[in-house]
């Protein structure tokens, strides 16, 4: 099988915002986007030390900035004993220690005042096709200082929470509601979850038996949306969803209404390429 970018004549170049970059090492959560597309990266940590830690991999294409993304507003930033696991709420450590490896990670080590800043009010952030968001139960304060971005965004890999790790955090219904009312469509997770203390599974305290606690939830501009999209828009689409999260058929039907609009033939070659031998 072709990868999807050997399909086109000029692969797309993707600008990929990352918010929370410290949480997801290299790159974790485009990681294939990065290996298959020319990629543009602005990403935002605000634990300078983390920041720099990023900085100083000097990957082509990324920067990376030591700002607190959210609403604009001023703010307490809570440290944890796990950096990744900082936020602008303040964990529930009562929650937390009933289940398996949280208690630890969720220990606060240290707070501070910030000012946040707004994605809408950074010149970095315009052009992003693709918004990856992991700040510990922050993320619905992100996507309220990003009205004027998500209206051009065209995928969101979103960490979203079923319980409240921290305390009064906007849970997955409200980050839900608000991307639907921007456009939005629910596409597919990735759920995590522990045992509830002294349960293990297979002696793995990060295992998963039912509970689940957060996931990475995506969403992708509405499929039925798909003819009122730009061409390139859905090309780009179709490449972030194939290369991702091989969703294959979401691919087909961007490609779809890309080939009724400019009267290529792209979504034929493609189907083709997937019913290739071996795939």
Known sequence: MLPFARLLPVPPRLKIVDVGAAASPSGTAYASLLSSFP???????????????????????????????????????????????????????????????????????GSRELDTKRLDDLPDTVGADFLKLDVQG????????????????????????????????????????????????????????????PVLVNNDIHALLNQLIWADAIYVCDFMRFDALLPESLLKIAAIVHENYRSFDLAAHALAAHDRQTGADLQRRYLENLSQPGR
């Open 39 to 109: 990629c543009d990266v602005v990403g935002f940590e605000p634990i300078e030390a983390e920041c720099a830690k990023l900085n100083a991999l000097a990957l082509p294409g990324h920067r990376y900035l030591p700002y607190a993304i959210a609403d604009g507003t001023r703010r307490t930033f809570y440290e944890c004993q796990s950096s990744e696991c900082s936020s602008l709420f303040e964990p529930d450590t009562a929650l937390a220690e009933k289940f398996q490896s949280l208690d630890e990670p969720l220990r606060v080590v």
């Open 138 to 197: 922050a993320e619905l304060l992100v996507l309220e200082g990003a009205v004027a971005r998500l209206a051009h965004i065209l995928v969101v890999h979103v960490e979203v929470e079923f319980l409240p790790l921290y305390k009064r955090q906007p849970l997955f219904a409200d980050i839900d509601a608000r991307l639907r009312a921007h456009g939005f469509a629910f596409h597919t997770m990735k759920p995590f979850g522990r045992t509830f203390k």
